[in-house]
């Protein structure tokens, strides 16, 4: 007879401590050693464990690192949507669910797979991956942002994005956790795994170091170029009473900021600078009059745009980022893709109007399209808006369209206040400059604004919560990366093996009731 898997209690246990490890690699802990062996207590838990019990086990892990994460998710609701304070803790609750059931699914995929004769610790490893690509989260995030801090770790993403660090890290937690698993199989562990475990940190921090050194060395030859950013750090509502604020503020801050700096290739204010609505079609000529005229730098400013509706139609906002160059006559927008529920939209609105009686104050925006680079000369900018950043495959889509020399980030993290979630979205951002080797220029309303190099560190920085100005130089790059020309393609393969593995028995294997446990029926041996 097999040996039995984990008893309830304990492998519950297990679990929640796998989630509070990864919540303490996060920023602003950044305990980021935990990383590496968060997954660890996991992959102990769900060994023999039949696949329900192992996506409750995944679920409680992952709601243990979700629930504490998005805590900030409550006050923003009560605040800016008109959510009552129990309806939005019941909201928290279930998106921590939502977030949480992503780890779910992937513990599930590998307790299936090892009944179908597979090997568990690899098929979870695979699932974990697999998840991060082809599951969308309602606030997303990826485990490779605990090694922000160090990025001698991350510059594997240049080949294959974070889910090439999310293998590493789930790879290195697998194999660490062979002592355990052999303990529970009543075999002797294979130390070979452990070592491979221990020594993959290793080798990419070593890789890491060559490459950081070679891309400097690129850079030293790459065009100089001098950015500013404006940080106003104004209230949310207080810029909703009075729009003609927002201006006014960016306009004396960028004044100032070229008082002792002087022209710069580009200055960026923060999302929804201008609050104003402004007519889409106007946008260009708008603009133009109010910031153009007074500040000698080409400007990179957030706007609420207004899209003319169809008869007996509402009027629907766009999320802009909107260039204003030198030249009155050049000016280039770009329209935030991907909206944030429950902030920019109500989700199911269409379906079920009156979900928006409990949601007031949420905004009526519509997502923009595709839209190529906006033009500074000869240079290209990238725009994302929010947590636009923090996807992988919308600021790939954004370099693809055309030439970019250089990432451009608006962000108003104000309805985070002061927790850890706007130092999680700068980590996670940070990647996307090492995806693409360019530098990223992110420019929030009260923190955190930074430069961002192509090797994922950070250059300049404002302090949060006040006004602040900064200037950087930084170097033109527009070459092209791995991860840039293949994208996430292969990744999905590793999805879909794993699926395949929880769905069809391996060769060779066959079932073995007599070995059976009642825990965990004709589970074949592993």
């Known amino acids: 007879m097999n040996p039995p898997p984990l008893r309830p209690p304990a492998a519950a246990a297990l679990a929640a401590a796998s989630g509070l490890l990864l919540l303490a690699a996060l920023p602003r802990a950044d305990a980021w050693p935990l990383a590496f062996v968060a997954l660890t207590p996991l992959v102990v838990a769900t060994h023999r464990q039949p696949p329900l019990r192992a996506a409750a086990l995944g679920w409680i892990a992952g709601l243990a690192t979700a629930l504490p994460g998005i805590a900030w998710l409550h006050g923003t609701l009560v605040a800016f949507s008109g959510l009552a304070a129990g309806a939005a803790a019941a909201v928290v609750v279930a998106v921590a669910a939502l977030q949480a059931a992503r780890l779910a699914l992937a513990t599930a995929v590998a307790a299936c797979a090892a009944r179908r004769g597979w090997p568990r610790a690899p098929l979870l490893v695979a699932a974990l991956v697999g998840v991060e690509v082809a599951i969308p989260l309602p606030f997303p995030w990826t485990m490779a942002a605990t090694l922000h801090s160090i990025p001698e770790l991350l510059q594997g993403a240049e080949l294959g994005g974070p889910y090439l660090v999310v293998l590493l890290l789930a790879g290195v937690g697998g194999a660490l956790a062979e002592p355990w698993v052999a303990r529970l199989d009543q075999r002797p562990p294979r130390w070979a795994i452990v070592a491979l475990g221990v020594s993959a940190p290793v080798v990419a921090f070593a890789a890491g170091c060559a490459r950081i050194r070679a891309l400097e060395s690129a850079l030293a030859s790459a065009p100089l170029g001098s950015v500013g950013i404006v940080q106003a750090n104004l209230g949310l509502l207080a810029k909703s009473r009075d729009r003609e604020e927002g201006v006014r503020t960016h306009l004396a801050l960028t004044r100032g900021l070229e008082a002792g700096a002087g022209p710069l290739d580009v200055v960026v204010w923060s999302e929804t600078s201008v609050m104003l609505p402004i007519a889409e079609r106007e946008a260009a000529t708008e603009l133009a009059l109010r910031v153009g005229p007074f500040v000698q730098s080409p400007v990179v400013t957030g706007a609420v745009l207004v899209r003319e509706a169809a008869p007996g139609e509402r009027a629907r906002l766009l999320n802009a980022a909107v260039l204003v160059g030198r030249d009155p006559t050049q000016v280039g927008t770009y329209a935030k893709r991907r909206l944030l529920p429950l902030g920019e939209y109500v989700p199911l609105e269409r379906w079920v109007p009156w979900v928006r009686r409990w949601l007031p104050r949420t905004g009526r925006f519509v997502p923009g399209e595709a839209t190529s680079p906006l033009r500074l000369g000869e240079r290209g900018l990238a725009a994302s808006i929010c947590y636009e950043d923090v996807s992988p495959e919308v600021v790939r889509d954004g370099v693809r369209q055309g030439r970019v020399d250089l990432l451009v980030n608006l962000t108003n993290d104000a309805w985070f206040g002061d927790t850890a979630e706007p130092w999680l979205h700068l980590a996670l951002a940070k990647l996307r400059a090492i995806e693409h080797r360019r530098y990223l220029i992110r420019a929030t309303n009260s923190g955190v604004s930074a430069v961002v190099d192509p090797a994922g560190r950070v250059v300049a920085s404002a302090p949060s919560f006040r006004p602040a100005t900064l200037v950087a ?54």
């Open 473 to 526: 130089e930084i170097r033109w790059l527009s070459e092209g990366t791995v991860w840039g020309a293949v994208g996430p393609g292969p990744w999905w393969g590793l999805a879909v093996a794993a699926a395949a593995a929880a769905a069809l028995r391996r060769p060779g294997s066959r079932r073995d009731p007599a070995r059976s446990t009642p825990g965990d029926r004709d589970l074949p041996r592993e």
